[in-house]
């Protein structure tokens, strides 16, 4: 089965209703047989700006993905990532434990921010 792990950049397109274009891909991607995945990375970075009044409308996104978890193969492929590109590229931790998810599990990444994901071995969706 195909699946897409999704970023937090898309994310907080798809909660706020901003962006029209990730909105139409979004329900298209909802709609098809390929799992929709997020990483507890993306988790913090959106409960970290949540409003109050949100709260239950985030747990509604989550609810409607599957979380991948973050174990120590990933952990020591980011480690890997930020020796490599943290100075060159500027790749901070989030980001390369997301790229990491990515390629250990062999599913794309959806993100406006391919900048932050030089890695030669994360495909993009």
């Not at 891909?25 to 700006?49: F, H, I, Y």
């Not at 949540?50 to 985030?58: A, D, I, K, P």
């Not at 997301?98 to 391919?114: D, F």
């Amino acid at each position: 089965m195909k699946a897409v792990l999704v970023d937090s950049d898309i994310l907080i397109e798809v909660f706020r209703a901003r962006d029209r274009a990730i909105l139409v891909r979004w329900g298209k991607l909802s709609q098809s047989d390929t799992m929709v995945l997020c990483s507890p990375v993306n988790v913090a970075e959106l409960w970290g700006g949540v409003l109050s009044h949100e709260q239950s409308s985030l747990n509604d996104l989550f609810a409607a993905m599957t979380c991948i978890p973050i174990d120590a193969e990933v952990g020591r492929r980011a480690g890997a990532y930020l020796k490599q590109y943290s100075k060159s590229h500027n790749v901070k931790l989030g980001d390369a434990l997301i790229a990491a998810t990515a390629s250990i599990h062999n599913v794309e990444l959806w993100t406006r921010n391919r900048r932050h994901y030089p890695m030669k071995d994360v495909a993009f969706y």
